[in-house]
């Protein structure tokens, strides 16, 4: 499940709409929790099981330990067994292809000597996506999906991964070289013009289809762009996963939901009473927090263009007071101003028929090096 820490919102949000100082006492079996958050793909998808604990919320550094360390497999219920990878940070990867007419049971043995189990689990198949798309609105732009449900699978949960393209408000290709003293192109490996970044939702996004007529849920609203956004300054993509909930999730997910929306409520219930399908094996009375779900993934992919959505003038924070040199550097000074790398030369200058410029106007990195902000290597699933 590609969701921020549950913990995080179980625990911090629960009182941090407060006006006036308030200190809750929290009982000692509402520490050290384990928290379990997956959606485990049933065709092979690449899918994580997130395992961390709650912590107090009065903790100086509000610091959610991740559970390390731990054996964690998929049990059929014809006993084969499906391991798990730890990829660090309390994230452990599945990625297996399983019969799909099989029951399951998640399996979690921590280092402490404790285990756990999830109650038994059947594969839910989720309908296709039938189409993705956007809109143009007063506040900028919105993303949405259309599906349409079946008496197996009628409740949704729906997740999304933003990446998209960004460049600098001031543009280099060039770069000083120290051992040649002069400026030479920069290596395509090393560009700073043009960079990416990449983004996973936090946001809960449940329906049910049987609210509709025939199951058929038209433009559901996945994410609204305002205006001003950067990520719409030059080409975006959404990948947008569409999950169908078992029942037993159902209640889970929209009491998550509530305590999410509700921004620190203190009528939301407490975290020991959210229960999910996961017991411990040595006492089932001790809380566990999280929900395992099992199922087939459906994923679509959306790109914005930004000649799609033009004018679109991108306001970004970081960029603020950024600006060209108003005098230019003479070949004579580059060493003098180049070397350190304060300074970053962006515009040539040349005289009327020249072939070599007699000098540039530059700016500082923070301007100029989409790299501090971003990665300059193109994600393989991007398209131009």
Not at 134 to 149: D, Y
Not at 195 to 222: G, H, K, M, P, W
Not at 269 to 295: E, F, M
Request: hydrophobic share 35%; with cysteine; net charge negative.
């Amino acid at each position: 499940m590609k969701i921020q820490n549950l913990s995080f919102y179980l625990l911090l949000l629960l009182f941090w709409g407060c006006r006036e100082p308030f200190e809750p006492e929290i009982e000692a079996r509402d520490l050290n929790v384990l928290v379990v958050e997956g959606y485990l793909d049933s065709e092979g998808l690449s899918s994580n099981l997130r395992l961390s604990f709650t912590s107090n919320i009065q903790d100086e550094f509000n610091f959610n330990p991740s559970a390390l360390g731990a054996t964690v497999y998929l049990e059929s219920s014809s006993g084969a067994r499906y391991s798990f990878l730890e990829r660090g940070e309390g994230t452990y990867e599945f990625q297996h292809d399983i019969p799909e007419n099989e029951t399951y049971q998640l399996r979690i043995f921590l280092n402490d000597g404790t285990s756990y189990t999830s109650s038994e689990l059947k594969p839910v198949i989720t309908p296709e996506i039938i189409d993705v798309g956007f809109e143009q609105n007063e506040a900028g732009v919105e993303v949405f999906l259309t599906t349409k449900g079946n008496p197996d699978a009628d409740d949704f949960l729906w997740t999304y991964e933003e990446t998209w393209a960004f460049r600098p408000p001031i543009i280099s290709f060039d770069k000083y070289d120290p051992e040649l003293k002069r400026i030479i192109p920069r290596p395509a490996e090393e560009r700073i013009d043009l960079c990416y970044r990449s983004a996973l939702n936090s946001d809960l996004i449940l329906e049910t289809s049987s609210r509709f007529q025939d199951q058929f849920v038209f433009r559901q609203s996945i994410k609204q762009i305002n205006r001003g956004d950067e990520r719409l300054s030059l080409r975006y993509s959404i990948l947008i996963s569409q999950k169908a909930l078992s029942k037993d999730a159902v209640e889970f997910w929209e009491i998550l939901k509530k305590n999410t929306d509700d921004l620190g409520s203190i009528f939301s219930p407490l975290p020991s009473n959210i229960r999910g399908n996961i017991k411990q094996d040595q006492n089932p009375d001790v809380p566990v927090i999280g929900q395992v779900s099992l199922g087939k993934v459906q994923q679509k992919r959306l790109f914005i263009d930004i000649r799609e959505v033009a004018p679109w003038r991108p306001e970004v924070p970081e960029y603020a007071g950024c600006f060209l040199s108003a005098d230019t550097v003479l070949v004579a000074n580059y060493d003098a101003v180049f070397r350190s790398e304060i300074n970053i030369p962006a515009l040539p200058i040349y005289l009327e028929n020249a072939i070599e410029p007699i000098g540039y106007r530059y700016s500082t990195p923070r301007c100029v090096d989409c790299t501090r902000r971003g990665t300059n290597v193109r994600p393989d699933f991007w398209e131009e």
